[in-house]
């Protein structure tokens, strides 16, 4: 079942999550499809919420961010783990961006 997949890749990447300090869930409803919540226990207000779906192109499954960019394929979890932790790691905390304001 397409369903029982996207959920397992979720669990994949709630693993490669939790060995890095972010607190993350699978949440599955009644009424949508089952999404990663993802929150920085040290700035709970630093939370997003991932889905896994095929790109509309092809079958290949993506992970997604909750406005819809596609935000990493589902065969390198670690990979799609290292940019949540840096989208919801505090300003304070990130390196030195030179002053541009940018995130690196």
Request: proline residues 8%; aromatic residues 6%.
């Amino acid at each position: 079942m397409v369903a029982d997949r996207r959920t397992g890749y979720l669990h994949e990447l709630e693993n490669e999550l939790d060995t890095r300090g972010l607190i993350a869930r699978v949440v599955q409803t009644r009424s949508g499809p089952a999404f990663l919540r993802v929150v920085n226990p040290d700035a709970a207000s630093l939370a997003e919420d991932v889905t896994c779906a095929p790109a509309p192109e092809s079958h290949d499954h993506y992970y997604w961010w909750s406005w819809g960019e596609r935000m990493h394929r589902v065969d390198d979890p670690g990979g799609a783990a290292v940019k949540l932790a840096r989208v919801l790691q505090p300003l304070s905390a990130r390196p030195d961006d030179g002053g541009s304001g940018k995130v690196p």
